[in-house]
């Protein structure tokens, strides 16, 4: 009779732990798992360019992927929301290739474009949770849709429309998500660098946040490269204030780990930039972490190094006067 018990015990444990596994063979089918604990939240709306606040600064923050904005600025995002200042974040990408995140959802090592699509969905989720905490509105949150990885691409041999790149993730080279800044954009630079140009004619910023172009992420170097060639393309009245944050360098920041007492110091070796501090209080940084917390897909993967982030202060290189872009035609080579 144990025996029995024992067996019918081995068999339930057996198919629970093939259950993820199996599901991943349904074609068209986007894994469940992906989405465990956000079921519940709608997918964020698309929503239009909102029209600028006179009399307050209009900070638009560019953010290669969903997270970029929290930890490269989330306490200054605080700090600007609560002095009344009007803050845009535009992600370039919906993060929708991160495999470790993938692969750990769904127990299934096989590279499904439904997977990746609704990881992409679910980066959005927690970015507008994110956000949220730190008093953006989600009407002041755009997604362009552009494929997770492929911004290099795009700002090379992708330039145009009659080339246009076919994400290895998703299997896309357009911007299908249902939620997408430009539901006619192609993949390519040229519709990306159109999509920025409008955004910015109409919100008019003040200050603009852009990736650091030594960042060692390639997406975010290309963030910038595409960021400069529209802003270039714009006729200012008065141009903004450029600051550049960074994300990806190495052994920075030290330590990998929550340390919110600790100053975050300049990263070493990376030119001579004119780095500078911004204070936060205590409210700032705690916000900070639960905006860090919300995007739950990234912390089981790479929770140590968000974490990280979260210090008393953030740091921005300035940037300034607007440089002269690449020709369109060559950005990323």
Same mark, same amino acid.
């Given at each position: 009779m144990k025996r029995t018990v024992r067996v019918r015990r081995g068999w339930v444990a057996g198919g629970v732990l093939l259950l993820p596994l199996a599901l991943g063979f349904f074609p068209g089918l986007p894994h469940p798992f992906i989405h465990l604990f956000l079921w519940w939240v709608p997918v964020p709306p698309r929503v239009e360019v909102p029209a600028p606040l006179p009399g307050a600064?209009? &900070?638009? +923050?560019? #953010?290669?992927h969903p997270d970029d904005e929290v930890l490269g600025l989330g306490g200054t995002i605080v700090s600007l929301r609560r002095e009344g200042h009007q803050v845009l974040v535009v992600f370039l990408t919906n993060g929708d290739a991160n495999q470790a995140a993938k692969k750990l959802f769904t127990v @299934?090592? *096989?590279r499904r474009a439904e997977d990746y699509r609704a990881l992409g969905y679910r980066r959005q989720k927690e970015a507008v949770a994110a956000l949220r905490l *730190?008093? &953006?509105?989600? @009407? #002041? +949150? *755009?997604f362009l849709g552009y494929p997770d990885q492929g911004l290099t691409a795009l700002a090379g041999k992708h330039w145009s429309r009659e080339a246009p790149y076919t994400s290895p993730f998703t299997q896309a080279n357009y911007a299908f998500y249902r939620n997408s800044f430009s539901s006619k954009a192609m993949y390519c630079g040229e519709d990306l660098v159109a999509d920025l140009a409008a955004i910015l004619r109409r919100f008019s910023p003040t200050v603009v946040y852009l990736p650091h172009p030594e960042d060692g992420h390639p997406d975010h170097r290309a963030a910038v490269q595409l960021g400069v060639v529209a802003l270039s393309s714009v006729d200012w009245v008065v141009r903004p204030e450029l600051r550049l944050y960074l994300v990806h360098a190495p052994s920075w920041p030290s330590p990998r780990r929550l340390v919110p007492d600790r100053e975050l110091s300049a990263p070493a070796g990376m030119g001579t930039w004119t780095w500078r501090s911004v204070p936060l209080d205590e409210e700032a940084v705690e916000l900070k972490l639960q905006a860090v917390r919300a995007y739950s897909s990234q912390r089981v993967t790479n929770g140590r190094f968000l974490a990280s982030f979260v210090r008393p202060n953030e740091l921005y290189a300035a940037f300034a006067p607007l440089p002269v872009p690449l020709s369109p035609a060559s950005p990323g080579r």
């Open positions: 600064e209009r &900070v638009l +923050v560019i #953010a290669p @299934n090592p *096989l *730190l008093g &953006v509105p989600k @009407n #002041a +949150v *755009l």
